[in-house]
């Protein structure tokens, strides 16, 4: 597992060129293109399992999904940042993509620490120093549980039906 | 309960007699804007759509801007498949290319009005609070969902009060005022938040305020709002909008605010955002004399008949700098043919600009003025992100129409006041 360490105001142009927005839409065109000019050394070395840590208001601008659709795909396990934008932060729930707001465990990391996970418990381990985040609230709960907005919304129109 | 703006659309939206910060509503917006993204939009849910229909065809108002007229046969085939799309769901609001940028049209048509909640699949959604509605940028797949239900939820949000204090002087903008608003508080200082505008705001037109309210989410807010005035009702009185299918929302005097923020607008010069983030803002005297070599008017934070019209006055009987190239773009057909008929254009021209058609043209980097490595971009436009203008060793300056005019004549970032005073 790789830690890819990124600083503040991480904006969507970054994470994907605006220019490819209109011809790029699905997983298989995104990825080549992701993190482009932030970091072209990403897309080829990212792998499943990976984690992003980033600075404060990480995926700030567009509202393009091409960022979060792109990442998730490559397996990015979580993006844990000291702050989201808020169209990111909703794009990444409605996509199933984790994210974990925890500035004092950004602070914390040094190059090479160990980072796990405790999703359940909403804990996170950095180098044996433990940081609790918040859990999302049920109503958001309940999207990332159908495994995403269009899964949930296909549920809720069953159910009407 | 005293409210916020945001708390009391919020509250009236999903129902309920008030409401509270970090509370979550489900709500039902009156419009959903959607453009270019259309495309992959309905690609989501062709099923679903073919299944259970659209929610309601008043529901979308889908403008194609982005990328117009078409660039590639893949742009093409997208605004194809809206086209079809919209005959198919009889979508009521639809314009086509060469109409104007969305969010201009959205204000111009009278679709946003004064209370209303839009929600739309571009991040300047926050425009309409020029108007005094509640508007809010979401993604794609959230309008897919949209498209099907009509509904979604929203976090009520924390509310930042802004006091604008005194008036601006002469050759400083409502540009030069976001851009130094958003200097100081950083790019994300209102994430989540909805702000609202207080104070001497009566000296700030509506299109002023769209310059304004556009701007909003590059500090990170959720929406960013003037409240009814005079201003206000004349513009839409202007627009022929009845004033009976309006309903004015004004937050309460003793309503919670996360932050107050108060601003003295005599103070403030022309300014200039810095690559590559928009809060790095500079005085335009600090960066004053550096080489540029294309300068961009228009877009859906500076392209209205004000905007043109300031760029005419510092550029009649002028030409643009030999170095320069100068592209114009009226944001909507309606302001391009106000323009042709105050001469205007004819002035732009005359001075050595290219005109395009009414769109977000080179502001997103697909094409129509992309920057070579090295090139430098002064523009009126409301992002100077690393690689926006198709470029990813380009920079870009932001800045208002009258900087950008009086740098393009020179070649070089002026400060404006300086051909004023000639």
Redesign the interface.
């Known amino acids: 597992m790789k830690v890819w360490k990124y600083g503040?105001?991480i904006?969507?142009?970054?994470l994907f060129?605006?220019?490819y927005?209109?011809?790029c839409?699905t997983p298989i065109e995104i990825k080549p293109h992701l993190l482009?000019?932030l970091d072209p050394s990403f897309a080829n070395a990212v792998k499943e399992g990976d984690i992003i840590l980033a600075g404060?208001?990480f995926g700030?601008?567009?509202?393009?999904?091409q960022p979060?659709v792109g990442l998730k795909a490559v397996g990015i396990k979580a993006v844990v940042a000291e702050?989201?934008?808020?169209?990111f932060y909703?794009?990444s729930i409605?996509?199933g993509l984790l994210l974990i707001e925890c500035p004092q465990a950004v602070k914390a990391y040094s190059d090479g620490d160990n980072i796990s996970l405790d999703l359940e418990g909403g804990k996170i381990n950095i180098s044996r120093k433990i940081f609790s985040f918040p859990k999302l609230?049920k109503?958001?709960l309940a999207i990332s549980k159908a495994g995403?907005?269009?899964e949930?919304?296909?549920e809720?129109?069953k159910k009407k039906? | 309960m005293a409210m916020t703006f945001a708390e009391k659309i919020l509250a009236k939206y999903a129902n309920k007699k008030s409401v509270i910060p970090g509370e979550?509503v489900t709500v039902h917006p009156d419009h959903l804007l959607t453009h270019?993204?259309t495309?992959?939009i309905i690609?989501?849910?062709s099923k679903?759509l073919d299944e259970?229909g659209i929610f309601s065809r008043q529901l979308p108002i889908i403008v194609l801007d982005?990328?117009i007229p078409a660039a590639?046969e893949?742009?093409a085939l997208?605004h194809k498949n809206i086209r079809d799309f919209v005959k198919k769901h009889r979508i009521k609001h639809f314009f086509d290319v060469g109409n104007g940028v969305c969010h201009q049209i959205v204000v111009e048509k009278g679709l946003a009005l004064p209370g209303k909640l839009l929600l739309g699949?571009?991040?300047h959604?926050c425009s309409y609070g020029a108007i005094a509605a509640f508007s809010s940028?979401?993604?794609?797949?959230?309008s897919?969902?949209l498209m099907?239900?009509g509904e979604t939820?929203l976090k009520v949000p924390q509310t930042i009060k802004m006091e604008l204090n005194g008036k601006l002087a002469k050759g400083v903008y409502s540009k030069d005022l976001i851009l130094y608003i958003i200097g100081k508080i950083s790019?994300?200082g209102a994430?989540?938040c909805s702000v609202e505008f207080h104070g001497d705001v009566e000296q700030f037109s509506v299109e002023d305020r769209f310059t304004i309210a556009n701007m909003g989410?590059e500090m990170?807010a959720?929406n960013a709002v003037f409240m009814v005035d005079d201003v206000t009702r004349k513009y839409l009185n202007y627009l022929k909008v009845d004033p009976s299918s309006y309903n004015a929302v004004y937050p309460d005097i003793n309503a919670e605010y996360q932050e107050k923020l108060s601003y003295d607008l005599t103070k403030i010069s022309p300014q200039v955002s810095c690559p590559h983030?928009v809060?790095n803002v500079k005085p335009v005297s600090e960066i004053e004399g550096l080489e540029i070599q294309q300068c961009l008017i228009g877009t859906c934070t500076n392209g209205r008949i004000s905007d043109l019209q300031i760029a005419a006055n510092l550029l009649r009987g002028k030409k643009v700098h030999p170095d320069i190239r100068l592209i114009v773009l009226p944001a909507s057909k309606q302001i391009f043919e106000d323009a042709l008929q105050n001469g205007i254009i004819e002035t732009l021209v005359k001075a050595g600009g290219v005109i395009l058609p009414p769109g977000c043209g080179p502001c997103?980097?697909?094409h129509q003025g992309?920057l070579a490595p090295g090139e430098r971009c002064l523009s009126t436009a409301n992002?100077n992100?690393?690689?926006?203008m198709?470029c990813?060793d380009a920079e870009i300056y932001l800045a208002s129409p009258a900087t950008v005019a009086a740098s393009a004549i020179h070649g070089k970032i002026t400060d404006p006041r300086r051909e004023m005073k000639k």
């Open positions: 503040d105001n904006n969507t142009d970054m060129p605006g220019k927005t209109y011809t839409s482009e000019d404060k208001n700030c601008g567009s509202s393009r999904e979060v702050s989201y934008a808020r169209i909703r794009s409605n996509q609230p109503e958001i995403g907005l269009l949930y919304t296909r809720k129109l039906k | 979550i270019d993204n495309a992959a690609q989501k849910i679903e259970y982005h990328v590639s893949k742009t997208n699949s571009d991040s959604t940028g979401i993604d794609r797949t959230e897919a969902a099907l239900t939820w790019a994300s994430n989540y989410v990170g959720k983030t809060d997103l980097g697909a992309v992002r992100f690393k690689g926006r198709g990813k």
